[in-house]
């Protein structure tokens, strides 16, 4: 008998598109409407690409995520980060629900105040605040965390400014399970650096720690790792009032809890993967309640949730602007929005229907933008019924990250939409034009050209 010769296992793609070994891949759903409201008319009259949100959806997730932290934590306080959407409209809708501002820059800091909100009603993160930002945080009582020393020794000389000592918490990074871990903001708590920072400050006496911050991560998937974070932070307070008298009054830890995107890396779609924020509230709720504190001297909870309140809340509109075959075979449409509005495409699958289902057989499809760059890829891989050009796609959830990081790279921003609770709709951002763009150029008289008349006689 002749020994079969070995063969190495091989991976096959799994193609979804026609009849395989599991049967036909499911039928993708359409999306007429957001919120009741025809994507065909809202495209008619505000164009493509355009941006809609939804007040509702947004309104709901806050209530949804607050009410979970304080039933089980008499005294929280959310915060709203202004990076992850700082449109007005939206952060007003953050403010009226009670929740207070989160920035990480000056920038930031003066959109806040241009919206109205009170510097006591600032968190002012980040690793860098210039002199004149400190000054003025500490002037209209926001709360200042400090990332590194030479900060805390620039606050400090601020600080002598002013009659009393003047109260900033820190941010802290540490293990919490958490891989690679953040410990590039923040003073570091494993190694003692936190506590020092604090011995530090204390023995100055122009500034006052009040609060501890930290922010361990974003779309942790884990809620135990938060559990870990709050306990740690609660014996470091705890051993801040042991050793210099001083009572912290807040813990803050930050937001990266998911939204319901789901990442490339993963298997599951994020509406089944992501853990709910009960889990994440449970865990932070629990260690603070459990760590012993005096009934009077509770910290006040602080959450800076960014994208798991706002992502689902936004939706993206984009029109086919033509099919092609690659080299390879595989089917290719390119859209009229790209990785300059759709900066979180390097990050998630984000879902991609269309608008209305005119039946056929769905094929895998590379969804490329419309910039003339090579990373312009909406998604690599997606299952989609035929499409011709001129038809339209919803693309989401796309409410977290994608109106501050996108660029004006080779093309206009396109404008943004709300669909109120009534269904009503409102501009909230206006379409671009090359006057925004070229606004703040100057032109040396130099390089002016001196247009000659001719003339004629
Ligand atoms: C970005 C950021 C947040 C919000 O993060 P999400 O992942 O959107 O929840 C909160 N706090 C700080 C300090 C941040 O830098």
């Known amino acids: ?149 030479d900060e805390l020794y620039m606050a400090e000389q601020v600080a002598k400014e002013f009659d009393e000592p003047v109260p900033v918490a820190i941010r802290v990074n540490m293990d919490t399970g958490i891989y690679p871990r953040w410990d590039r903001f923040g003073f570091n708590l494993d190694a003692g650096e936190a506590f020092n920072a604090v011995m530090r400050m204390h023995s100055g006496g122009k500034l006052k720690i009040a609060g501890l911050h930290s922010h361990i991560g974003t779309f942790i998937l884990d809620p135990q790792a938060y559990g870990r974070a709050a306990s740690k932070l609660a014996e470091l307070a705890k051993r801040i009032k042991r050793e210099t008298g001083e009572v912290i009054s807040y813990i803050d830890l930050g937001g990266g809890l998911p939204s319901r995107s789901t990442l490339h890396e993963q298997y599951a779609p994020g509406t089944d993967s992501t853990p709910p924020i009960d889990d994440y509230a449970a865990a932070i709720c629990d260690a603070l309640l459990g760590a012993g504190f005096p009934t009077d001297e509770l910290p006040t909870l602080f959450i800076e949730s960014g994208r798991a309140l706002i992502d689902d809340a936004g939706t993206m509109i984009t029109r086919v602007v033509g099919n092609k075959r690659l080299a390879d075979g595989r089917r290719a449409v390119i859209v009229d929005a790209g990785v300059n509005t759709l900066f979180t495409s390097f990050w998630y699958r984000h879902d991609i229907l269309p608008v209305h289902d005119k039946g056929g057989m769905p094929e895998d499809t590379v969804i490329y933008g419309p910039l003339c760059m090579n990373i312009d890829v909406v998604r690599p891989s997606v299952s989609l019924p035929p499409l011709s050009a001129g038809d339209a796609l919803v693309i989401r959830p796309v409410g977290a990250y994608n109106v501050t990081q996108w660029m004006q790279f080779i093309r206009l921003r396109p404008p943004v939409v709300l669909i109120g609770e009534q269904g009503e709709v409102d501009v909230i951002r206006r379409a671009e034009c090359v006057d925004d763009i070229k606004g703040p150029e100057q032109l040396p008289e130099r390089f002016v050209e001196k247009r000659h008349v001719r003339v004629v006689g």
């Open 1 to 149: 008998m002749t020994k079969a010769t070995y063969q190495k296992p091989t991976i096959i793609r799994h193609q979804g598109g026609l009849s395989q070994k599991f049967g036909r891949p499911t039928r993708r759903a359409s999306m007429e409407r957001i919120d009741g409201v025809p994507v065909e008319e809202l495209m008619e009259k505000y164009g493509s690409p355009l941006f809609v949100f939804s007040e509702r959806t947004i309104r709901e997730r806050y209530r949804q995520a607050h009410r979970a932290f304080s039933i089980r934590y008499p005294k929280v306080q959310f915060a709203w980060s202004y990076k992850t959407n700082y449109i007005d409209a939206i952060c007003r809708i953050y403010h009226q629900e009670g929740s207070w501002a989160e920035v990480v820059s000056d920038m930031e800091y003066d959109m806040a105040r241009r919206l109205g909100v009170p510097g006591n009603q600032i968190l002012f993160n980040g690793p860098l605040k210039t002199e004149e930002a400190l000054r003025r945080a500490f002037k209209e009582g926001a709360h200042v965390h400090i990332d590194h020393y």
